[in-house]
């Protein structure tokens, strides 16, 4: 319940860092978002009972659900955000930036949830054409680098409650010492760190201060206002986010694989493309209700089961976040629950899925998980000049990224391009590396094509703000869709670097022929 409590007040704080209006969020994106969660949390419930009828056992343990941390990060750093701050930069004003980002998120989600509707079916599929270096790597770099980064600056803002918060919650959940009488490691961080905080607002310690009194809006209806499908004009300005957010739905539909494995190791064999379905369908309908972030069963069924969890748990989960968004009450949540003391959640769920990604990758494979994590490295090299020089001190004093020395632009302008689709790029990396430690010297050639092919369009590498699609060529009636010559000579030349290195290693998988003992150590491992 807290690992989503937690979810819900990451998206409103993040998105409040743009400038997004807050009553905005809670009144119109929290409650879809929350109702995913109720959808497919019920379900899970269900089907933990269908599979004790089915078996006769009465100790199983419903799959556990909830929101999608790393897509949490994505779809507002990535999406929500830029593209409300694009709708400033169009002359929008605050309200109407706010719902054309509500229309694009929508899309991203709907859409998320039919792509894993229609992946259920094929989960094996997938998990067999692209490697888990692959697939994983991209979420070790979002767990590593931006999970449990950027929580960092929140908790150590506030250093005695947030850091007696992280050392609770990680000895308790990766140390696995208990706290006295058993109290979960969550929870004891809330009330023993919580108490901590409003100790220091009460003594008026700089810094700390009780949160301003806001009324909270009961069962608001705005979110309502999804039903009336005016998103679905909106589908344009969503076309260029969709290669952002569909590696976060197909990332999702490995971990559900994953996690049903788990589970199985566990004693309780879930079908795979039932988990995936009902996860896809929960995100479908948490879309079309106004959500703007996707569920995903969770990694933990071993330790839920060990703990004693069996359904209930699910059922506890479904009906508070649903009804903290849809009763609305979240907002008196968002105001009294001190960030740095719940933030160490986010560090634990950034470690755990780095740890349980390693675990699940081949040994072989790991220098291509870390390989995944540069282009992500270059997004958070680029994250707080970014905000500096967008100051609106620093531009009215006439400090502006062209006013920078010549290196200087031309270090920003190519982290810039590294970072653009970096999830996308962290994907391919991996998968070229991994399929050459295979010997498979061809494939990993094919998958560099691919990468050129992404470049040409923006999809990934864009040098254009907001990591904006285009064309390289076109007639000047396509307007700003089409390349300035400075920057299509720099696309052309990744494109250029990856066709060079995928023509070399296709004809150098010609020529290569694994010996006995490179095939004896493969399969050894």
Known sequence: MLDNIVGLLLMVALLTGFGFPTDFAVSRMVPGTALGVLIGDLAFFYLAFRLSRQTGNPRVTAMPLGLDTPSTYGIVLFVLGPSYLQGLAM??????????????GIWCIVLSGVLKMACAP???????????????GSLVAIALV?????????????PLPGILAMVIVLTTLIAKIPLPGRTPGTLGAL?????????????????YSFPSYQPAAWFPTEWLESFHFAWVSAFP??????????????????????????????????????IIGVEGIATLLAGLSGGVIQTTPYIGHPAYKAMGGRAAYTLATALLVGSAGLVGYFGLLNAWIPKPVVFPILVFIGLEITAQSFLATPRRHYAAIAIACLPALAFLAMSIPGR?????????????????????????STLTMLSSGFILTSLLWAWCLAAAIDRRLQLAGVVLLVAAALTLF?????????NRLFVPCGPESWGDLVLSPHDRNRVLEFCAGYLASA???????????????????????
Not at 193 to 203: D, E, H, K, T
Not at 388 to 407: E, H, M, R, V, Y
Request: proline residues 5%; glycine residues 10%; aromatic residues 10%.
């Open 237 to 274: 300005d969503a076309l260029a986010y969709l290669p952002i957010a569909f590696p976060f739905a197909i990332g999702t539909i490995v971990g559900g694989i994953d996690c049903t494995e788990s589970a199985a190791a566990a004693g309780d064999h879930y079908d795979a493309r039932t």
């Open 458 to 466: 923006g999809i990934i590498h864009s040098p254009l703000d907001g």
């Open 191 to 207: 009330l023993i760190a919580g108490g901590v905080y409003y100790l220091l607002c009460a003594i008026d310690v700089n810094g």
């Open 503 to 525: 023509m070399m290693l296709i004809a150098w998988s010609k020529t290569h022929s694994p010996s006995a003992d490179e095939v004896a150590s493969e399969h050894g491992e």
């Open 91 to 104: 002359g929008l004003e605050s309200f109407d930036a706010a719902y054309r980002t509500w229309y694009i």
């Open 388 to 412: 500096i020089l967008a100051d609106p001190a620093l531009s009215g004093a006439g400090i502006a990224p062209a006013t920078l020395s010549t290196a200087l632009q031309e270090d920003m």
């Open 122 to 136: 094929m989960t094996k599929w997938v998990q067999r054409v692209v490697p888990r270096a692959g697939l994983l």
């Open 146 to 158: 931006l999970i449990s980064f950027f929580p960092l600056v929140e908790i150590v803002g506030h």
